[in-house]
Antibody
Framework: QVQLQESGPGLVKPSQTLSLTCTVS??????????WSWIRQHPGMGLEWIGFSSNSGSTSYNPSLKSRVTISVDTSKNQFSLNLNSMTAADTAVYYC???????????WGQGILVTVSS | DVVMTQSPLSLSVTLGQPASISCRSS???????????LNWFQQRPGQSPRRLLYQASIRDSGVPDRFSGSGSGTDFTLKISGVEAEDVGVYYC??????????FGQGTRLEIK
């Protein structure tokens, strides 16, 4: 089964840009799933969908974050990425990368990475 | 956006006893193809969520058959026929019919009494 692994900084300063990468293993980002999404979970809270990029390049973002988010797929590296700019303390959360298809928009999850925004 | 409302928000169950979690959506989740794109996820303490069921009632491989899902339209239910210690965690429903965005319920915390 497809495995997902997030990587990136665990600490980001306010106003900086967060860049996270999700590496796909035991499968192909081009064919095994179609929707490659990022979801975050604030400490002790529920789940918030950030957005997705498909392996054909289409994207969609949560309106609440749309002005600050970019998600892209790199098929040559079997990876996809999240960029979130103008970070504030309110963006402190565990960030998950996920894979999904038309039958289930979110199916597989990475283990998550805690990102703290602090100076 | 579709609002997903779970109840109860917490559940304390004796080992071996059944448990039931309700999930209601603000709009019908029946898509034009007749399917309801409703997922159930389990998040054990310290772990990432894991999908248990999709399209309301289809169990993922490796998920014990004590987990079952039912419902259509706006009302859905996750049932555990006999709770085991490993079932402790938070359960979320998620709709993928009216997307983007997908939206999640608030989560239901299951503990052992």
């Amino acid at each position: 089964q497809v495995q997902l692994q997030e990587s990136g900084p665990g600490l980001v300063k306010p106003s900086q840009t967060l860049s996270l990468t999700c590496t796909v293993s035991s499968g192909s980002i081009s064919s095994d799933y179609y929707y490659w999404s990022w979801i975050r979970q604030h400490p002790g809270m529920g789940l918030e969908w950030i957005g997705f990029s498909s392996n054909s390049g289409s994207t969609s973002y949560n309106p609440s974050l749309k002005s600050r988010v970019t998600i892209s797929v790199d098929t040559s590296k079997n990876q996809f990425s999240l960029n979130l700019n103008s970070m504030t303390a309110a963006d402190t959360a565990v960030y998950y990368c996920t894979a999904g298809s038309d039958t289930s928009k979110v199916a597989r999850w990475g283990q998550g990475i805690l990102v703290t925004v602090s100076s | 956006d579709v609002v997903m409302t779970q109840s109860p928000l917490s559940l304390s169950v004796t080992l071996g006893q059944p448990a039931s979690i309700s999930c209601r959506s603000s709009q019908s989740l029946v898509f034009s193809d007749g399917n309801s794109y409703l997922n159930w996820f389990q998040q054990r303490p310290g772990q990432s969520p894991r999908r248990l069921l999709y399209q309301a009632s289809i169990r993922d491989s490796g998920v014990p058959d004590r987990f079952s899902g039912s419902g259509s339209g706006t009302d859905f239910t996750l049932k555990i026929s006999g709770v085991e210690a490993e079932d402790v965690g938070v359960y979320y429903c998620m709709q993928g019919t009216h997307w983007p965005p997908v939206t999640f319920g608030q989560g239901t915390r299951l503990e052992i009494k």
